[in-house]
């Protein structure tokens, strides 16, 4: 029954609160309803496409007083579709061409909706060690043109995905310190006359020549790469046939391309985390609603019951005693003969006669309040 009163205070605070919640709901709508129509412009950065004539890793070996060094050379990247990039062969950012010599190359990437592609070609490529061609791609025989050429493609959904690379040389072609190598592990015996260092005597130098092609024929994959890596370890022996050192020299990968047609999965990520939270905030107003329903206290309605009070003790000689009826006027019982005429049993009587008057009085009070 208290919760059925509400003042008219009570009442606004509880419209006031249940609109601004429902505002609230309405904001969290819209934004849930908004974010996921937000144009996809923000695509994340990466190299869709990407290609690099020639990287060169030489170790530190001080038995022929070669240096540490890492370097690139002829890079071009695209990152966003439709893009196109060729490298600047002018740039030489990590002082390449005072290690390599190059007669023609090319580097380029591309993409578009329907494909992306990177392609790295060169001719007659040097690696120097002082003064000596270390590495050498180019004509063995006089009038003859090598040329490596490297390419990787891939076609997006829903075509593809299709992807297909290739690494395309003559491995006739290569050599190290003027000796043809192949695919494979070659094992080469010099000396320090062929380095041109006179303290190496008889010595070994492995060469390995990798060619990686992924997909070397179509396939249904999203991502497509290949290049060509020269690979050479020695053993130096002193001119006494000491060992002076053993482990990797140089390696040249040639001709690197990557492309993928995989879609930036991480870019819907970030969007939908913005705005939602805040607006249920002001809910909590309802809180105070049950407080003031208490106040109307029904507490005294079983009071009445004590009305029948005019029996004060239980005297067996009063048989017919119809006085009874007159409990509400202010006058003595008649004398039960008990002896005394306004006894103990008299002033009893009257305190009970006022008790029950008070609380019925006091009962009604409360209903009019």
Known sequence: MASVFQSPRLRSARATATATAAAGAATVVAAALLLPGLPNAAAAPGDLASATLVQLTNQNVPAI?????????????????????????????DGMLSRITIATRTTRT??????????????????WFRSTALVSYGPVVAGTVASLDSYAECEPPPVGPLALAYNRTDAGQITVLG?????????????????????????TLDVTVTRHEDPASQAAQSTAEAWLDVDITATFNGLAGEQLYQGPVTHVRLGEVSVTCRAPSPS???????????????TPTTSPSPSPSPSPSPSPSPTPTPTPSPSPSTPSRTPKPSPSSHTRQPVPLPDTGAGGGK???????????GAGTGLVLAARRGRRA
């Open 65 to 93: 007083g070669l240096d540490a060094y890492t370097g690139r050379y002829g890079t071009a990247s695209s990152t966003t579709v439709p893009d196109a990039d060729s490298a600047d062969f002018a740039a030489d950012p």
């Open 110 to 127: 591309a993409t578009d909706p329907a494909r992306n592609f990177a392609q790295a070609q060169l001719t007659d490529l040097k690696v």
């Open 179 to 203: 000796r043809a190598v192949g695919l494979g592990t070659t094992r080469l015996d010099i000396t320090g006359t062929d380095l041109g260092v006179p303290t190496v005597g008889a010595s």
């Open 268 to 282: 819907p990520t970030p969007t939908p985390t913005v705005t939602p939270t805040p607006s249920p905030s002001p």
């Open 343 to 353: 006894g103990p049993l008299a002033v009893l009587a009257l305190g009970l006669v």
